[in-house]
């Protein structure tokens, strides 16, 4: 699939705001299955850009407003082509216990320090537990939206596994929170990924969509019959599918704040008004099209 | 009078198995040590009570002093208890540590370097990368970041101890700006007026060029043109424990003594708000946790800090000492590879042993340290200044099983431990005779262009008798540590230091910060909006 991106971040303040710092990872990766062809950036007031790539490999725009200022638009425009991964590995579980399969999962295998969750996910353990660390996955992707409502404001950008559990509720970025949680303790290696979503209908029609940013996950999976690499396969608890060339990926990272998409502090009143617009087109033809 | 038999020093006897640093086996004084138990003798128990008084009253006027932390939390200040026997290592002694530590802060530096560019190490097989990845104080913000003169320790401060065979070992290395070195200046000067008459005999190498070392190291790392880089201290303020050394460390080196709202990033240049406008900082002491540093890096929900940070850092503006990311190399986990860490970039044989440490991610090794748990110390890894070390030996069964029930469930937080006989060391009672207590000996280095080492550091003492534990946050205290001379030529700077500026900024009023995030929230897609 082709897209064009405009990703549009205005805040307004209700007074002058100086020493306006930010970092902005919103670029499109190239990964095998996707490639960033344009990416631009716009910053008003007008500053000076730099960047570079972050420990996960995302890269990171960074700049600052000095003098004083009562806006501030982030304007960035991206142009992608993604692919169908393919048919994931299907590994048995035993190939999880493997020598190569640690190397590769490396930090994201690491405990949660998630030990205040105590108990309360253990009906969700035994529930989500498959033949093999595949189906286990294709079965979390249902579970989470089954067991938990999405809901816009019942949650906040720093909230806790322990949040969503107490509410019920949370957005796409708490379903991969608890879902990462889920996955290693089954020992599975998983991360956080960056993103957005193509999330027109199915059968196709809109060539524009007002989105926002996404989040999903990646969890290792071994080859099959335990023979091969394992391979990251993108997961959407979200959407209770795998992800696919609808999903645009940014970056990823152990959880929400090793990617988030702007993030900033500024000097002067705490109230400002935050405008997020993100839009995205199709640019090929759209017969014959799966989202 | 001979010293055996004077008051002060009278049933004064090493305990076996412990070593004594003044006193030999038979009781008789160590030969460096002779001239000063003469000394002690002729001053007496009550001038030594006296002199311990006068002590107390000067340190409380010039606020030297420490909180103790208790069960319940940190207590009231105290004066900073200086024993006044001071302690004895002689210029041979002396030399074998200084060699020793500089090899080991070297590797550490190197270990820091490596584990935030090529892990070289991790490929060699030589420390696991889910242990260094495991690390709290793993800094992934500073990830391939070279610090200016690929310094990243610039002061370190390795805890020795010396075992009952006379053997010194590390027992924990400190690379995160360890506090302290203002007691070992504040120690000599008050030894030099309250008991004058100890030193009569002796040629002491003196320390008090420390803060010239410092800002001659600093100076040397910081990225500017001219040699008059600008240094500052950064201070969280008069309210954290370690203010005073702040303070006395500005003063000494005649360099502005700072807090976060003084410091403004522009275009990835740090600068210091004067009331001439601002001025660019090349070089920053500071001692801050890195979570705290920077609001845009480490701790999401901080807002703490100076904003940008980083990004100058990143940029080689600025150097910072001790860089960020250090406490990576002085985890007690960690630790257990320093030998390891010698060997393979310096190769060289370690010239300091470590203390025999137990990692207990693996399940054999936490097997055989639960079964021995009465026998050996559990520390904690990520922690320092002696906070929740269990020492088997004196703990309760209760306590035992408590540690017991807290490895199992998070066995990679904890390391376990030989238990080391320290030394003991003559040290004053309420009545002013003499008993041995425990002590270790923190030297402090610095490392600029190279490694100097103020000749011997701070000797920490357990006042409580028999108690190992010396932390001054514990209740430990504190004695002059002589290094003698030797004919070894010195190391000390001879410029002189420049006037004292006023030790903070004039209050500037500036507005605070408030932080931007947006929450990832994108409605469901496709499937879920059709079925729901």
Redesign the interface.
């Known amino acids: 699939m082709h897209f064009a991106i405009r990703h549009l971040?205005g805040?307004r303040y209700d007074g002058p705001?100086s020493?306006n710092?930010?970092?902005l990872r919103v670029r499109p990766a190239t990964t095998s299955t996707q490639r960033c062809d344009e990416f631009h950036v716009r910053i008003d007031p007008e500053t000076?850009v730099?960047r570079?790539?972050?420990?996960?490999g995302t890269e990171v725009l960074?700049f600052?407003v000095?003098a004083a200022h009562d806006h501030l638009t982030i304007d960035v425009r991206a142009r992608v082509v993604t692919s169908d991964p393919g048919a994931p590995p299907d590994g048995p579980w035993n190939a999880v216990a493997a020598p190569g399969y640690?190397e590769a999962a490396?930090?994201y295998?690491?405990p949660w320090h998630d030990?205040g969750l105590g108990d309360a996910l253990a009906d969700l353990e035994r529930a989500m537990r498959a033949t093999t660390p595949l189906a286990t996955l294709r079965l979390l992707c249902e579970l989470v939206?089954d067991r938990f409502e999405?809901r816009?404001g019942a949650?906040?950008?720093?909230s806790t596994v322990e949040h969503l559990l107490e509410v019920g509720a949370g957005?796409?970025?708490d379903f991969v929170h608890l879902a990462l949680v889920l996955l290693r303790r089954q020992g599975i290696a998983a991360r956080y990924v960056?993103g957005y979503?193509w999330?027109?209908?199915?059968d196709g029609g809109a060539d524009s969509l007002e989105?926002?940013?996404?989040?999903w996950l990646e969890a290792l999976v071994p080859g099959t019959d335990g023979r091969g690499e394992p391979v990251w396969v993108g997961a959407?608890p979200?959407?209770?599918?795998l992800a696919g060339e609808?999903h645009v990926k940014i970056g990823h990272g152990r959880f929400?704040?090793?990617v988030?998409?702007?993030?900033?502090?500024?000097?002067?009143?705490?109230a400002?008004d935050?405008h997020?617009a993100v839009t995205m087109s199709r640019l090929d033809p759209q017969s014959g099209a799966r989202? | 009078m001979t010293p055996e038999s004077a008051p002060i020093t009278e049933g004064y006897a090493p305990r076996a198995p412990f070593r004594d640093e003044l006193f030999a086996e038979d009781g008789t004084p160590r030969p460096p040590a002779r001239a000063l138990v003469e000394a002690l003798a002729r001053l007496g128990p009550e001038g030594l009570v006296a002199a311990g008084r006068r002590r107390d009253a000067i340190f409380l006027q010039q606020g030297i002093t420490f909180e103790t932390i208790g069960e319940e939390g940190p207590t009231r200040e105290r004066p900073f208890p200086l024993d006044l026997v001071p302690r004895i290592l002689t210029g041979a002694e002396w030399r074998t540590l200084k060699q020793g530590l500089a090899q080991r802060i070297r590797a550490l530096n190197h270990f820091v370097d490596d584990v935030y560019h090529g892990r070289e190490i991790v490929r060699e097989g030589i420390v696991p990368?889910?242990l260094i990845?495991?690390r709290s104080h793993f800094a992934?913000?500073v990830?391939?970041i070279r610090p200016p003169g690929g310094v990243y320790c610039h002061v370190a401060g390795c805890d020795l101890v010396r075992d009952a065979d006379g053997t010194w070992r590390v027992l924990e290395d400190n690379v995160r700006t360890p506090s302290g070195v203002s007691y070992v200046l504040e120690n000599r000067g008050a030894m030099a007026r309250l008991v004058p008459d100890l030193f009569s005999a002796y040629r002491v190498r003196p320390v008090d060029h420390y803060p010239q070392l410092l800002l001659a190291a600093l100076r040397s790392v910081a990225p500017s043109a001219d040699s008059e880089a600008t240094v500052v201290v950064w201070t969280p303020g008069p309210a954290n424990s370690a203010y005073v050394e702040h303070a006395v460390l500005a003063r000494q080196m005649g360099v502005e003594l700072v807090e976060a709202s003084d410091l403004?990033?522009?275009?990835?240049v740090l600068y210091m708000r004067t009331t001439a406008g601002l001025k660019r900082v090349h070089a920053v002491y500071r001692r801050l946790d890195d979570d705290f540093v920077d609001?845009?890096e480490f701790r999401?929900?901080s807002?703490l800090g100076v904003?940008?940070l980083v990004?100058a850092y990143?940029?080689g503006t600025v150097a910072i000492a001790n860089a960020f990311g250090t406490g990576v190399a002085d985890d007690k986990a960690v630790y257990h590879y320093v030998p390891e860490m010698i060997r393979y970039y310096l190769g060289e044989e370690p010239l300091l042993q470590n203390v025999a440490t137990y990692l207990l991610g693996d399940p054999e090794v936490r097997e055989h340290v639960l079964g021995r748990l009465g026998e050996l110390v559990v520390k904690p890894t990520g922690e320092s200044g002696g906070k929740g070390v269990t020492i088997g030996p004196s703990a309760s069964e209760e306590e035992l099983e408590r540690i017991a029930r807290r490895i199992e469930?998070?066995p990679e937080r904890w390391i376990a431990q030989e238990v080391v006989h320290l030394s003991t060391a003559p040290t004053a009672t309420h009545d002013g005779r003499l008993a041995p207590r425990h002590v270790d000996l923190r030297p402090f280095a610095v490392f600029g262009e190279r490694i100097d080492i103020v000749p011997g550091g701070l000797t920490r003492v357990a006042l409580r008798d028999g108690s190992m534990i010396v932390n001054s946050s514990q209740g430990g205290g504190s004695k002059d540590t002589w290094v003698l001379e030797d004919g070894e030529p010195d190391d000390r700077a001879e410029a002189r230091l420049p006037d004292p500026l006023p030790p903070a900024l004039p209050d500037l009023r500036?507005?605070?910060?408030?932080?931007?995030?947006?929450?990832?929230?994108?409605?469901?897609?496709?499937?879920?909006?059709?079925?729901?």
């Open positions: 971040t805040y705001v020493d710092l930010n970092a000076r730099s570079h790539i972050d420990y996960f960074e600052g000095p640690a490396g930090e295998l690491l030990e939206p999405y816009r949650t906040h950008t720093h957005v796409c970025q960056s979503l999330a027109a209908p199915e989105v926002d940013t996404h989040a959407d979200t959407n209770r599918r609808t929400y704040a090793d988030p998409p702007v993030k900033g502090v500024y000097r002067g009143p705490d400002s935050l997020a989202a | 990368w889910p990845a495991g992934r913000a990830h391939g403004v990033v522009r275009d990835e609001p845009l999401p929900d807002l904003p940008g990004r990143r940029a469930a998070e500036y507005g605070g910060w408030s932080g931007q995030a947006q929450q990832q929230q994108q409605a469901a897609g496709p499937d879920a909006a059709a079925e729901a």
